[in-house]
């Protein structure tokens, strides 16, 4: 009977130290996406998650660890496309539209998480490690849409440079956000610029 209760208490205890866990992720992060990650304190965090500033510190000594939590919180509320969905296009250009309206959509998803944590990446050092997942995402997704156009040469090297800045967020901000077309509208500029440098 004792073991029964201490396997209780242990359970109680395990579960309410997930919950203290994701409440301060949570708090983390939602300042991450309204004042961004250089100004998110301790403190903000702290009183968001209704919690004292050293039980932050106990869950997560050190900002890598909480911005590590952060970002895979964030990735499993807005998952990343998933490129495998145009590999079996064999059209480019069509694969092309289509990955950049999915992706230009998840863009305006997330724009308001993408334009502070890149406006931080020099100020926070956690950022650069935090976002290497997605860049080589990205690195992949470029290599897959560059594939089946049959540029050589320079060529090749100018089609894999319009087709790097096609995919950029900042690329998408200036399009759709910033000058209010739709992320389709967006995506076929981009696959007339692309079919150009092929």
């Not at 976002?131 to 090297?157: M, N, Q, T, Y």
Request: charged letters at 25%.
């Amino acid at each position: 009977m004792a073991d029964e209760k201490r396997t209780y208490r242990l359970k109680k205890r395990a579960e309410a130290m997930s919950d203290t866990r994701r409440r301060i992720t949570e708090a983390a992060m939602e300042l991450h996406g309204t004042v961004g990650p250089a100004r998110t304190t301790v403190s903000a965090v702290a009183e968001r998650a209704g919690v004292q500033r050293h039980t932050v510190y106990r869950h997560f000594p050190n900002e890598e660890e909480l911005f590590a939590a952060c970002s895979a919180h964030f990735d499993e509320l807005h998952p990343m496309p998933d490129i495998e969905t145009w590999r079996t296009e064999a059209d480019p250009a069509t694969r092309l539209e289509a990955a950049l309206t999915e992706l230009y959509v998840h863009y305006a998803e997330t724009a308001h998480m993408w334009a502070n944590i890149l406006r931080d990446a020099e100020l926070v050092p956690a950022i650069p490690k935090a976002l290497a997942p997605w860049e080589r995402h990205i690195d992949d997704l470029v290599a897959l849409l560059a594939s089946g156009w049959g540029a050589r040469g320079a060529r090749r090297g100018l089609l894999n440079a319009a087709i790097r800045h096609a995919v950029d967020f900042r690329t998408w901000q200036t399009l759709v956000q910033h000058s209010g077309i739709s992320s389709l509208q967006g995506a076929r500029l981009m696959r007339a610029l692309v079919e150009d440098a092929a």
